[in-house]
């Protein structure tokens, strides 16, 4: 036999209890008492099938794909023109019709650059510069060597 014990909440009313667990209101706990004993399952089954945890809910939102996408896709290769620096510093470039944005890491505004996509985000993507195709004239020559492998 199932038992359950029914659990008083001052804010919402009655609410059903099974060690912790949130089970709806009490004519819900008895329907899925019944329905779980019928199945054969158990009480906390009938309850997990019916509930999805905070983090799988997170899960399912972000992989679901943002309507339009992204018009590039990760590993291509692109020539882009650099508009804008962001805060973080790195070189904005904007791609087809829908000006979807790109990040590219040390590009300059003016510059015409060489990027290869490594990422793709909801809003944006990220870009590594391959080759700068026209310098800006902001471009300096580093005054370490060493700077391209340790900055």
Do not use: Y
Request: proline share 4%; hydrophobic share 40%.
């Amino acid at each position: 036999a199932l038992t359950l014990r029914i659990a008083t909440c001052s804010r919402a009313g009655r609410w059903g209890s099974l060690g912790g667990t949130h089970l709806g209101s009490a004519r819900d706990v008895q329907e899925r008492a019944a329905a779980a004993a019928v199945a054969g399952a158990t009480m906390l089954q009938a309850v997990a099938s019916r509930h999805r945890s905070r983090g799988q809910q997170q899960t399912a939102r972000l992989q679901q794909p943002k309507a339009g996408g992204s018009p590039v896709a990760e590993g291509e290769v692109l020539i882009v023109r650099i508009e804008a620096l962001t805060s973080h510093g790195h070189g904005l470039a904007r791609v087809g019709e829908s000006r979807w944005v790109l990040l590219i890491f040390r590009a300059l505004p003016g510059e015409l650059a060489e990027v290869r996509v490594v990422r793709n985000f909801r809003n944006r993507s990220e870009a590594c510069l391959l080759r700068v195709v026209e310098g800006s004239p902001d471009r300096v020559q580093p005054r370490c060597p060493l700077f391209d492998v340790c900055s």
